[in-house]
């Protein structure tokens, strides 16, 4: 009789998951403290890996030489359109930093504008694995049972 071996009862979706709150802890710290580009890096990070499933469409010439590979889904745009702002806000940032005079209040608006489209990347990030299933699930409505058990 052939010995039987064990299957782990955990799957790749372990390696997803472990890979996914990593990202997330260095997010935490990243972000309350103002390094904005590493929080973007990291964002984007998260994104590549909930992308796993999504097509890549290949656009070939008649040669069958390759023009252009892209994803082409509703989601994608939404991230790009998030990264548009995000690069605006930076770019007026850079723009006021070459003027000789730094309006202040210009430029805390163009800071505030990078943070908030910074988190609004964040929060749609997390709605979107929230839609696929992988981030947190609310069960308990009241934050004393949650934490005491009541």
Known sequence: MAKRYMVPQQDTGWGLIYRLNDLFRRIEVLAPVGRYEEWNFALDRVWCNLLYRNDIKILK????????IYLDDNDTKDKNFLDRQITIAKFTINK???????????????????????????????????????????????PGKAIYGN
């Open 61 to 68: 010439n008649e040669d069958g030489e390759i023009k252009s």
């Open 96 to 142: 006021l930093n070459k003027e000789k005079e730094i309006d202040v209040k210009e430029m805390s608006n163009a800071k505030k504008d990078y943070y908030d489209s910074l988190m609004l990347k964040d929060v749609w990030i997390r709605k979107f694995m929230n839609s696929l299933g992988l981030y947190l699930k609310q069960v308990e409505h009241d």
